[in-house]
């Protein structure tokens, strides 16, 4: 079965940083597009960043840019959401998710796959 496990969140301070992972087992790794998601209470969940299957692609929403970098390691199976300068509205549960193909757009129905989410907290 395709399994998803992030890790890494946590309470941290505004300005602080902090580097999620998520181990994928189950599938080919490197030909899925991985993606960061968060939902944050009474909000819609919305894309953080996206990798294609590669690496060599990447998408940032514009709330992140500068701040944070997705990356992935294919031969450890193992994508990253590297968090800098956070803010409390970066506050929310953030989940991985594994696209349908090596490429993927935002919308959440282009992922097959997601994990059980880990919580972020930023305070003021």
């Known amino acids: 079965q395709v399994q998803l496990v992030e890790s890494g969140g946590g309470l941290v301070q505004a300005g602080d940083s902090l580097r999620l992972s998520c181990a994928v087992s189950?599938?080919?790794?490197?030909?899925?597009?991985m993606g960061w998601f968060r939902q944050a209470p009474g909000k819609e969940r919305e894309e953080v960043a996206r990798?294609?299957?590669?690496?060599?692609?990447?998408y940032y929403a514009d709330s992140v840019k500068g701040r944070f970098t997705i990356s992935r390691d294919n031969a450890k199976n193992t994508v990253y959401l590297q968090m800098n300068s956070l803010k409390p509205e970066d506050t929310a549960v953030y989940y991985c998710?594994?696209?349908?193909?090596?490429?993927?757009?935002?919308?959440?129905?282009?992922?097959?796959?997601w994990g059980q989410g880990t919580q972020v907290t930023v305070s003021s």
């Open positions: 990798v294609s299957g590669s690496g060599s692609i990447t």
């Open positions: 998710a594994s696209a349908r193909g090596s490429y993927a757009r935002g919308s959440s129905g282009d992922y097959e796959y």
């Open positions: 189950g599938r080919t790794f490197r030909l899925y597009a």
